[in-house]
């Protein structure tokens, strides 16, 4: 069945648009059961293209896995690890050869905007039913106003923010449509996290990127200019009521500090395999700490140390996508790894396995000849995906 929407076709016979459909719908019933995202896999790997880089990621798996178990039975809190957890947090890494199993980016991309875009109209029905609005520029500094929508949507808001923005990068990147990129970028904005700061950037670079191949440097020029004046502007308003409440929660970084600093404390203290898969409550007393490591390689560091660490590195970095021509779409990585700074995002199996979509697409991405005007190519495995 296709159906067309926003000028969009949507095939619900593709596996692929179901795959990013799932993924889409960042729910978990209860913590932390992510349904959704454990269907997905497991279609996947129904499907899995055993690709030479599957198979050393296979192996990657295996020795992390490992490590996890060794990080856990010989930590200074292993009394505090159950062994489900132990298993539970050690297997989460299998979420990384779910790429394997999508054939098809370009329909992945549509199921996951698909779930995204229904998610979002939702946020924006409940903006105008709740009106946080009213607080005025307010909404963005205090917590209780930030919040507004936390009984209502999952992962609010940092969570939810990132899965949003990552379908306003697909709707510009993959289906070229700048509507449904300017709704997403609104809707992230929104929500009142900072992750749309970042997801703003990329998609700049992407604009920059576009205009330097086509030799448009009159743009940047511009855009450096817009950038100028509004910095001149925010400096002018920074005396006015909430504007300096504004500057500094956006540079507020004093809660990650303190996290960090006990997290590079316990890794400096088990550099090797590290404290094992503990939850920061198991090791944090202080009542004002969030109850979450903030930092996916701050978390790989401090729980399995340098041997899991460095795995880690591995498992999300083969050394074919290292190697490889920069591509444009590889800001679409670099987003999520720089979103993975400050919020635990490759800890998610959503946002984990759509790393690991975007991954393998990358790696197996042939390049064609610009005289090519089809706008789709095979890759090994008979795998499908776009071509820009």
């Known amino acids: 069945m296709k159906i067309k929407l926003f000028g969009i076709l949507f095939n619900f016979s593709s596996i692929d648009m179901w795959l990013g459909l799932l993924l889409g719908l960042p729910i978990s019933f209860p913590q932390p059961y992510y349904w959704f995202s454990f269907i997905a896999f497991g279609l996947a790997m129904f499907r899995i293209n055993k ?25 200074v809190y292993n009394y505090k690890i159950d062994a489900f957890r132990t298993v539970y947090s050690s297997t989460f890494f299998v979420f990384f050869l779910f790429g394997a199993g999508v054939k098809n980016i370009l329909e992945f991309a549509k199921g996951y905007v698909l779930s995204a875009l229904m998610l979002s109209l939702m946020v924006v029905f409940l903006f105008f039913k ?34 949003v923005c990552l379908a306003a990068i697909f709707s510009y990147y993959f289906l070229k449509h ?17 992750i749309a700061l970042v997801m703003i950037a990329v998609l700049l670079l992407f604009e920059a990127i576009g205009w330097v191949k086509q030799k448009k440097y009159y743009r940047i020029v511009l855009l450096v200019i817009a950038f100028v004046v509004v910095g001149l502007v925010s400096g002018k308003l920074a005396s006015l009521e909430g504007s300096s409440q504004l500057t500094s929660r956006l540079g507020k970084t004093e809660d990650r500090q303190h996290i960090y600093g006990l997290l590079i404390d316990q890794f400096t203290n088990n550099p090797v395999f590290g404290i094992g898969n503990v939850l920061t409550a198991d090791f944090i007393s202080d009542t004002t700490s969030a109850g979450s490591y903030h930092n996916t ?54 946002y984990a ?21 089809q706008h789709f190519t095979k890759v090994p495995g008979n795998a499908q995906v776009s071509l820009n």
């Not at 919040?147 to 939810?160: I, T």
């Open 130 to 163: 709740l009106k946080p609005y009213t607080s005025g520029i307010l909404m963005f500094v205090y917590e209780d106003a930030r919040m507004w929508a936390f009984n209502y949507v999952p992962d609010w808001p940092n969570f939810y923010c990132f899965g």
């Open 178 to 194: 700048k509507l449904l990129t300017i709704f997403f970028s609104f809707v992230a904005v929104i929500t009142t996290s900072r």
């Open 297 to 350: 390689y701050l978390e790989i560091l401090t729980r399995y140390g340098t041997v899991g660490f460095v795995l880690f590195l591995l498992l999300i970095f083969p050394s074919r996508l290292i190697f490889k021509k920069f591509d444009s779409i590889d800001l679409i990585l670099l987003f999520m790894c720089v979103c993975a700074l400050f919020q635990n995002i490759l800890g998610h199996p959503h």
């Open 51 to 75: 690709s030479t880089v599957y198979k050393r990621q296979k192996v990657i798996f295996v020795l992390i896995f490992i490590s996890g178990l060794i990080s856990s039975l010989i930590s």
């Open 353 to 373: 396995m759509t790393f690991s979509a975007i991954m393998y697409y990358l790696i197996h991405r042939k390049k064609v000849s610009k005289t090519n005007v």
